[in-house]
Structure formats: C-alpha cells, structure tokens
C-alpha cells in the first residue's frame, strides 16, 4: 500500500465525540492525531444542537450543591431503557465513567467550561431515581471572535437559538423568554443591550459575537485541539476503510478533490453522524412516513460512516429509530426547526386528519414521537399532523416561524406559507379544518374537549401538564395547569408539524472500549466508532444531552483504549504523571 500521510489516532468526524477523542488520545500520549472533516466547515450536528450534556454526578452538579448517587442514576436508566434495546454493561459503563471523562477534560483545557442546569429536570420524572435539575450541563458561552480566523469555519447552531436571527441564547435564556417567566422582559433587554453596543462586531457581522449552546461546546473543544496544534482538515471526506488481515490500518479518503490514502498505526475513530439525509437509507431503515427534509440533521450526515463500518464487517443496533422530535419545516427557512417548546404551551393541541389529539404534547419530545409511531398505521394514520391554536396564543408565544403576532403580523406571513397545507388561518374551526381537510367534528370535538379540561386542569385523555418536564415548558401564570388553555379565540391557526428527528440514533455496535464489534462479539481490530454513527446507549433520551453525553465519553474510553490506559490503575497512574 502507497500511503500519502501517516498518523497514529485518525478521527472521522469534527463534533464533540470526535474532538473529545483527539484531544484525549493526545493528553494520554499520542501525539499525531488527525481529524477529518467531509463538510467545508466543522461542528457537525453538534454544533447545531443544544449542546447540552446529561451526565449524573459530575464534578459540576456536585460544586453546585445537588445530591445524587450512582444507584439512582442507574435505577432512573433501568426503568427508562428497554433491556432488549441497549446491553446494560454499555450504559452502566457510561454512568460510570461520563463524570470522569467531564472532569479529565476540564482539568486538562482551560476551555472546556460547562455550566449544571439546575431546573431543567430529567425527562421522566414518573421513573424511580429521576432527578429535577443538575443531570445536564450546556457549554458556557464564548465569543466567537476567541477562534480567529476560524471562526469562519464553524458551523452555527441552529437558527431557532437565535432570537430574531440574531442573538444567541443559552437554553436557560431560551426558557425564561419562551415561557414567559420571571424576568424575561428584563432578560431581554439585557440581551439586545449587549448585542446593540458591540458596535465593532455589530459593523461586519449580522449575528451577536456570543455564541451559545452547540456551536460555543465545539467552538471550546476546537480551541483545546488548537492549543496543541492538532490539525483538523476540512473538505476531506471519508470514502473507505483500508484493512490488513482483518484490522483496520488507515482509510481512502479525498483530499482537493483527488484520493488519498491516510494510515493510522493506533487506530481510526468513526464519529461521523448519523444518516438522517440519506433517504435511501431512510427507506430502508426506519419507520414510515420517513423524509429526510423532515430533519433537523447536517445535510453531510448520510451515513459514510455505517457504510464503511458495515462493509468491514461491523454489526449494527437501532437501525430503525432515530432521536425523534416533530419539526416546522418553514418554506422560507433553510432547515426545519424543532418543535419542542411550541406544542407544550397552554392553548394548543396537535391533531391528525381526523382531528384527534396523537398523545400529551408537552411530554419530552422523543416520547411524543414514540407515542406517534405507535399509533400509526394504513388504518390510522398520524401523519401529517397540526398544532392548533387561537388568537390569544398566536398574540403571546413563538410559534416557530412565525414568532408572534406582534413580531410578524399574519400580513407579513408569506403567501408560501398558505401553499401546499403548510398552514391556515381561520375566523372558526369548521372553516380551518375544511382548509386543511381535517375531520370538522373530530377537530371541533377535541378542542371542546380541551376548553373543559383547561378550565378543570386536568388532561382526561393524556395527563398533559401532570410532570415536572411538562411545566418547564408550560406557563407558570397560567392556572391551574400552566400546559393549558382555552382554545376560544378567533381567528383560530393550526401549523403542520411534520415527525422529524435530529439525528439518526441506530449504528455500529461497539463495547465497553468503544471498539467496533462483529456479529459474533469480536472486536474489530484498529476499529472505533462514537457518536450517532454508533449505536445509542441512551436510546430513549433520559434527559436533555442524551445524544452528545455519550458520544463524549465513548469518545474518551476509545482513546484510553488506543493508549493503553483502559485501566484504571494505570490511568490514575498516567494522571498523577501528568498532574506532577
């Protein structure tokens, strides 16, 4: 084999699993790593996302004062996850070494900086050992202009973080202004305040210097690689796997458009993402209906890493599931935003075509698309589906694109948007189902039914509003039950809410090393993977940052693993080496 570059750690992938990979295989001794990158800038759907991570019992969590324990961590995940889905020593081992990783990463980089949610509880709060805050963390901001000229090159979160497209928010800040709650107005003002006065910024760019959520965690793992000049090469995408004897020693990847051959003595990381816009593996793998427009994923995640895994041999799991959440796909917005905050306010409900309600809105979004998948079939089908509201929530909340009344008055909608059963406006619920060819009596049943349950508190039909999770997106000043209201003001609306998802979440399978496995349970050799190009280990997403927790930590046991320190003593030995 020719061989145009050499290093010792190959990662396939630019997000939180892959830098967390290459700066732990460089702390723990190997030096020459490379990252490859197929997309022209890096961050991946990590940097779109939220950027939160669910780790229990961190050093975080633990400085700000909550009390948790390993056992309820691990009884909370019994009772969460299917025992057929996930094998229980792949997530015990997570629970087990998540605040470890956090903590060896956080002492090595001044960077990395995470801040414990202390009210944003965990995602079924009904479930033995369930916790109401400081489970998950998101990356304190950072100004983008700390990268450089690389910031150029950083994949922005997605544009729904932005208030009006400009201003970045953290999901705290997100919370406070989208419920309403105590200080928003104040918040507000401080957050346009500081976006206005940064004048030097504000003359060259639209959007604020204060990167939150996913794009500010990869902007602080990419200043750690920086610091150690660990190169990261854009525009280079993966095409295959080189083997020898049945180990993996490199890859054929492109480089200016022309094949190179890259070889990788330790071992090669996939932490490539999912296959979210590969509709062909859509089809093949997942649940219908299933469109790839429908997602909120990195148009680059089509799945060369599973493609690649599998031909050398790899088993999968959890091919046919991804991390669910309705979308809003908005025929004036570059990519559908995810409908999580909207549908859980008081004074809405999401019907299907006969107008029945699909299940408890305000429920964690990956259990609401569950619920939907389920009940879906040629003899009931739930797709496509609306979120019904009046005038009086269309007046006081963010609807997706068409934020509020007082923001983007109805004579500003575009003309798009009555095209196509995207949405309608009506002066009664008869008038807005016959625009939608929704069932009249159905709908007009279901949102009598809401009136009377609104006024008594209580959800007959889904318990909506009965959790904890339910009311962190609901509205506090709404009584008796903040996740609901009368629907009785007219002009009425109802929005298409499509069953969309942020990433693929079925993948290679791997063990307690991260190492790829073959059918049979053996590891093969110099193989890696992370991420969602894995298989999930917390497939029913316990809490919020259930995707990229995981994808860290299994990042960091495969570079333990590539370093030779996969045990504990020797890596406490490594560590006191290091600290002296």
């Excluded at 050093?59 to 056992?71: F, I, R, T």
């Excluded at 889905?85 to 903590?103: C, F, R």
């Amino acid at each position: 084999m020719q061989w145009d570059h050499e290093v010792d750690v190959l990662v396939i992938g630019s997000g939180n699993g892959a830098m967390t990979a290459a700066l732990s295989a460089y702390e723990l001794g190997l030096k020459d790593v490379l990252l490859l990158e197929k997309a022209d800038k890096f961050g991946g759907t990590s940097s779109v996302s939220g950027g939160g991570i669910w780790i229990p019992n961190s050093h975080y969590s633990k400085a700000a004062g909550a009390q948790d324990s390993l056992d309820e961590a691990r009884a909370y995940l019994k009772d969460t996850t299917p025992a057929d889905e996930v094998p229980w020593q792949m997530v015990d081992n997570y629970l087990q070494n998540a605040p470890k990783m956090l903590k060896f990463l956080s002492e090595r980089s001044e960077h990395i900086d995470y801040i414990s949610l202390g009210h944003y509880p965990d995602y079924y709060m009904q479930s033995p050992g369930a916790r109401d805050g400081h489970r998950s963390l998101e990356p304190q901001p950072i100004k983008k202009s700390d990268l450089g000229d690389d910031m150029h090159n950083l994949v922005d979160t997605h544009h729904m973080i932005y208030m009006l497209d400009r201003i970045g928010m953290t999901q705290e800040e997100a919370q406070i202004l989208m419920t309403r709650a105590k200080g928003w107005i104040g918040l507000t003002m401080k957050l346009f305040a500081n976006y206005l006065t940064d004048f030097g910024w504000l003359f060259k760019n639209k959007r604020s210097r204060r990167i939150t959520c996913g794009s500010a965690g990869v902007a602080r793992l990419f200043l750690a690689l920086k610091d150690r000049n660990i190169p990261l090469w854009l525009e280079s995408p993966m095409k295959e796997l080189i083997t020898e004897d049945g180990k993996v020693v490199g890859v054929l990847a492109e480089k200016n458009g022309k094949p190179y051959r890259i070889k990788a003595n330790k071992g090669v990381i996939l932490a490539a993402g999912g296959f979210e816009k590969n509709q062909q593996m859509r089809d093949q793998y997942l649940p219908k209906p299933t469109n790839a427009s429908w997602s909120g994923g990195v148009d680059t995640n089509t799945g060369d890493a599973h493609i690649a895994g599998m031909a050398v041999g790899a088993d999968t799991r959890l091919m046919n599931s991804a991390w669910w959440c309705t979308t809003i796909s908005a025929p004036d917005e570059p990519a559908p935003r995810l409908a999580i905050i909207e549908k859980s306010m008081p004074g809405s409900c999401v019907v299907n075509m006969r107008g029945e309600r699909i299940a408890n809105e305000s429920q964690n979004y990956m259990a609401y698309q569950r619920e939907l998948f389920d009940k879906h079939s040629a003899d009931s089908e739930q797709v496509p589906a609306y979120m019904v509201f009046d005038n009086r929530f269309r007046k006081e909340y963010v609807v997706g694109p068409l934020l509020t009344k007082g923001l983007r008055p109805d004579s500003q909608l575009p003309k798009s948007y009555f095209e196509n059963g995207f949405m309608a406006i009506a002066d009664n619920i008869d008038d807005l189902a016959d625009k939608l060819g929704i069932d009249k009596a159905g709908l007009n049943s279901t949102v009598k039914n809401m009136n009377e349950d609104s006024v008594a508190g209580k959800d007959r039909e889904f318990g909506r509003g009965d959790t904890a999770y339910d009311q962190y997106y609901g509205d506090a000043t709404v009584t008796p039950n903040p996740c609901m209201a009368p629907i009785n003001e007219g002009p009425f609306y109802a929005i298409r809410i499509d069953p969309g998802d942020f990433g693929t979440h079925g993948g290679l399978q791997t063990n307690i090393n991260a190492q790829v496995i073959r059918e049979d349970g053996s590891a093969i050799d110099g193989l890696y993977a992370c991420g969602n190009c894995s298989a999930a280990i917390l497939p029913t997403y316990p809490g919020p940052g259930s995707t990229l927790g995981p994808a860290m930590t299994y990042g960091w046991l495969a570079a333990k693993h590539l370093a030779g320190v996969e045990n504990e003593a020797v890596f406490r030995e490594l560590q006191e080496t290091a600290s002296a």
